[in-house]
């Protein structure tokens, strides 16, 4: 599989979630849900996180915020913004204090990390902090763009899939942290029954659909992972793999 980590702690569990706004505070409405959802988007091309643990990154910069701000005509469709601002100023600010970390590719963050960096500072643009490259601009200068791109909230939605139905709908993808499981590694697009005894990390993706018998999970694994980097998550599987899952307003 293409960018997979053998044996690399990739995504970690957030903390303090119980302080987090919730479903009730993003007032979302009552309306009746379709019966399909689907947020793919052919000026989106899937990314391959290679062999780093910088998922987080790339779900809360890539599938969350860049998706939301080109959708409300904030940001042209073919602007990048940058995962590695995300991950990297997640592990400075918001993740270890036992050693450094920011400069382990190895090293992964939680979402909520991530969150917490676009909420406070904003998001880079991929042509401001390059995958392979770094900041040459004025720091004074870098900041206040990126400040431009901060989002208004994060609300954790919870363990219900109506709640992440009702999300997907209403306002967008949804990100969320996934059990990784034997199946998830290997499956060529459809995943029915989740094993807890193969489970070696988890790892953090984007749900960008739903359907009567499924959620449609983006990853950022390449398009050799899955079909062309989607999968399909049966609902039993998704109830029992997903640990958290979190949407964002710009």
Avoid at 58 to 76: C, F, H, M
Avoid at 205 to 215: E, I, K, N, S, T
Wanted: glycine share 8%; charged share 25%; aromatic share 12%.
């Amino acid at each position: 599989m293409a960018g997979q980590l053998a044996a690399v702690a990739d995504a970690r569990r957030s903390p303090d979630t119980e302080r987090d706004y919730g479903v009730a505070e993003a007032h979302l409405g009552d309306a009746t849900l379709p019966d399909e959802v689907d947020l793919r988007r052919p000026w989106h091309p899937i990314a391959d996180q290679g062999h780093t643990a910088s998922c987080v990154g790339w779900t809360v910069a890539d599938s969350l915020i860049r998706w939301q701000l080109v959708e409300a005509g904030r940001l042209e469709p073919d602007v990048r913004l940058s995962a590695r601002y995300i991950w990297m100023a997640a592990k400075e600010f918001f993740q270890r204090e036992e050693f450094p970390s920011t400069f382990l590719e190895t090293d992964g963050t939680s979402l909520k990390a991530g969150l917490q960096v676009a909420r406070k500072f904003g998001v880079a643009l991929e042509s401001e902090f390059p995958w392979d490259g770094f900041v040459t601009k004025d720091h004074d200068e870098f900041n206040r763009d990126v400040r431009l791109r901060r989002i208004l909230g994060y609300y954790n939605l919870g363990q219900d899939p109506h709640e992440w139905r009702k999300w997907l709908h209403q306002t967008g993808p949804v990100a969320v942290l996934i059990k990784e499981d034997r199946h998830l590694q290997t499956t060529t697009g459809e995943l029915d029954d989740f094993d807890e005894d193969s489970v070696t990390g988890s790892h953090a993706a984007a749900l960008y659909g739903y359907g009567p018998d499924h959620f449609l999970l983006r990853s950022t694994w390449g398009t050799d992972w899955a079909d062309q980097g989607y999968a399909w998550l049966s609902p039993r599987y998704a109830e029992q793999a997903i640990l958290e899952a979190y949407g964002v307003m710009v």
